[in-house]
């Protein structure tokens, strides 16, 4: 039989089961992310050594990096907020934020509304 135990925190909602899938998907997610820069890196010392990158290519892959960057560091914060025992409550209302948010974006800081009231104000 599974437990499905739930943390007291006010916090959260999680299961233990649940942050534990969440936390290995982090990890997942993590050393993806450190691969993905490692390979475009690579790739991008090797296209300089042949010079054969046009400026098309050289803002594709600076955009891959900003972007492989930004899900890297909210990749960080979310097992940082794990480990401290802060994760899954949204940093502007302090609800806790869905479990299916967490599970589909597991580094989420928002919750749905939340974010969709920061998407709409930019």
């Known amino acids: 039989m ?5 943390i007291s ?3 959260t909602h999680l299961s233990v089961e649940d942050l ?3 936390r290995e998907n982090l990890h997942e997610q993590l050393l993806f992310r450190q691969e993905q820069l490692r390979r475009i890196s690579a790739a991008s010392r090797a296209e300089e050594l042949r010079q ?5 290519q050289i803002e594709v892959q600076v955009k891959l990096a900003a972007s492989a960057r930004m899900v890297l560091a909210d ?3 979310a097992l940082q907020r ?3 025992d ?3 409550s949204c940093h502007l209302c302090r609800r806790p934020i869905d479990r ?3 599970t589909i974006v597991p580094q989420a800081r928002y919750c749905a509304r939340c974010q969709q009231v920061r998407e709409a104000g930019r």
Request: no cysteine; proline share 7%; glycine share 10%.
């Open 2 to 6: 599974v437990n499905h135990q739930t």
């Open 20 to 22: 534990a899938a969440l």
């Open 86 to 88: 802060r994760y899954g």
């Open 9 to 11: 925190r006010p916090s």
């Open 82 to 84: 794990l480990a401290e």
């Open 75 to 77: 990749v960080r914060a």
């Open 52 to 56: 054969r990158r046009s400026p098309g």
């Open 100 to 102: 299916g948010r967490l």
